[in-house]
């Protein structure tokens, strides 16, 4: 249950961000909510990958270099949602990463983790 919680959380901050940026487009809460799903997936079985494949580059910069593989991950979730999720360029993706990890880790610590420990 605690999964689904945070993948509904996952979709909002999405498109609050969607909302908030102009180079990044979701054209409404079910894509937000798929992109969520496939983030999650991506997230499961490509991110670690990337985090081994650059541990030395993430190792040298005091592990912001995962920032960078965040944003990949994002970007690779827009190509596979197609023209319903949309990012404008590797620097929208990168401070979008930057702030879905913030406002993520602020609503799991405060909202999400005080309604499942009930």
Known sequence: MSWLI???VNAGVLLLIA??????????????LLASFI????NVIVKPILVVLTLPVTILTLGL??????AIT???TAWMMGDSFVIDGF???????IIF???NAIISNFIVDPLTKK
């Open 19 to 32: 909302n908030v940026f102009g180079n990044i487009e979701l054209t409404g809460f079910g894509a937000a």
């Open 39 to 42: 983030l999650a997936v991506v």
């Open 101 to 103: 990890a913030i406002l």
């Open 74 to 76: 994002l970007m690779l």
């Open 6 to 8: 945070q993948l509904i």
């Open 91 to 97: 620097g929208a993706a990168l401070l979008a990463s």
């Open 65 to 70: 270099f995962l920032f960078v593989i965040n």
